[in-house]
């Protein structure tokens, strides 16, 4: 059973960077051909894909957030991590990080209103609330 734990600061002040850090047990970050994606929903709205990286390192993130966002990974202790710069309180949501799987026929990296149908497993969130 695959397990995944966020953490990080529950308040960050507008224009400073989100950190947060995912924590996987019961499988590898490194196994072929999994992924591993950072999701965010608004309130009372759908989810939001920001970005992934796969089991060889490779990133990947949404347009919407591109240049402000960066994914990373430390193998040793299989975490991966985000990173959100210049953050403001359209920022504030409740964000997941989850396992993509392996299905081929299945659509990557990719969420639609609730749905992300790639995801095979889920953090339990982590609120995070972007004011002074």
């Known amino acids: 059973q695959v397990q995944l734990q966020e953490s990080g600061p529950g308040l960050v002040k507008p224009s400073q960077m989100l950190s947060l850090t995912c924590t996987v047990s019961?499988?590898?970050?490194?196994?072929?051909?999994?992924?591993w994606s950072w999701i965010r929903q608004f309130p009372g709205k759908g989810m939001e894909w920001m970005g992934g990286i796969t089991y060889d390192g490779a990133t990947h993130y949404s347009p919407s957030l591109e240049g402000r966002t960066s994914i990373s990974r430390d193998t040793s202790k299989n975490q991966f991590s985000l990173q959100l710069s210049s953050v403001t309180p359209a920022d504030t949501a409740v964000y997941y990080c989850a396992r993509e799987g392996n299905k081929v026929s299945v659509r990557r990296f990719y969420c639609s209103g609730n749905v992300c149908p790639n995801i095979d497993y889920w953090g339990q969130g982590i609120q995070v609330t972007v004011s002074s």
């Open positions: 019961g499988g590898s970050i490194t196994r072929s051909f999994y992924a």
